[in-house]
């Protein structure tokens, strides 16, 4: 008799089940990536592309810190390597990416494990989740581990973490950060799939790249730090045509002189 399903299961039942014909689980074998991969490929001298980018937008110290706070490496003396720490400080995986010298990514994404044919499996978090126990600032989720860094800089209110992309914000990762002050900011077009999401966990959501986009201030597909980075090259223009100093008395004075001008009049000296 089952007491979980309330059935009689006689000797003549074509319901038994022989017991060798349950297979065992096998439990995964989850990568435990070595933290002298991360001491050893960390990109301290700013060498992968990203790095470099960073350091053209937003000045080498700030890249400096951004390489530092989310322990960013090198592999084949460009590619960026984004560890995934978790809260705890265990390495669970390294997604190593190339990027071009405009800071759009180029090339296929490869796995730190797949690299050197590992055969555990990936037990994946956050990137960025390492920050949650040394920060204490609401959270912000976004999907690229590269919007994550550059609106670190741009945002500093929030903790920055990525989900790795779009499908990658799941369940297993919502429950990670219940508890906290959340807000998703989904990428364009991606905002309908993340809002499911926030209802579900009671987190906030962000509308901001639907009405970027709206406005033509991003282009489709694009997300937060894309506005940012278009709003900080428009400042740089606009910096770069102003002068402050600029004395419209003293430009008359010098390129719309009178038909009668006499220099000695304008700069004491005698006439020739």
């Known amino acids: 008799f089952c007491h979980s399903c309330a059935k009689t299961f006689r000797d003549d039942s074509d319901s038994i089940v022989e017991p060798a014909a349950f297979k065992k689980v ?4 989850y990568c435990d990536e070595e933290r002298r991969d991360l001491l050893d490929n960390f990109d301290q001298r700013l060498d992968s592309t990203f790095a470099k980018f960073l350091e053209l937008l937003i000045g080498r110290n700030n890249a400096i810190g ?32 190339d990027y071009s010298d405009n800071g759009k990514r180029s090339g296929y994404i490869n796995w730190w494990r797949s690299i050197h044919n590992k055969s555990c499996q990936m037990n994946l978090c956050f990137f960025g989740q390492h ?15 590269k919007t994550a860094c550059l609106m670190s ?30 807000t998703l900011f989904p990428d364009h077009d991606s905002y ?9 966990w009671d987190f906030k959501i962000s ?9 033509g201030l991003i282009n489709k597909g694009e997300d937060i730090a ?7 090259t428009c400042l ?11 004395n419209q008395e003293e430009y008359e004075s010098i390129f719309n002189k009178p038909k009668d001008f006499r220099s000695d009049i304008y700069t004491g000296r005698s006439p020739i």
């Open 153 to 182: 800089y741009f945002n500093p209110a929030f903790t920055w973490l990525a989900s790795g992309g779009k499908s990658l914000l799941n369940h297993s990762k919502c429950r990670l950060i219940a508890k906290y002050d959340v």
């Open 66 to 97: 951004i390489v530092e706070r989310y322990y960013l490496g090198i592999y084949e003396g460009s590619k960026v390597i984004f560890w995934q720490l978790d809260e705890d400080l265990n390495l669970r995986a390294g997604k190593v990416m």
């Open 26 to 29: 096998e439990i995964p074998t």
């Open 226 to 232: 894309d506005y940012y980075i278009n709003l900080s």
């Open 131 to 145: 920050l949650i126990s040394e920060v204490r600032k609401p959270l912000a989720i976004v999907e690229s581990e």
């Open 207 to 215: 509308k901001d790249c639907e009405l970027w986009y709206d406005k």
């Open 236 to 246: 740089d223009a606009y910096y770069l045509e102003v002068d402050y100093n600029w």
């Open 192 to 200: 309908d799939e993340w809002k499911i999401l926030a209802d579900e």
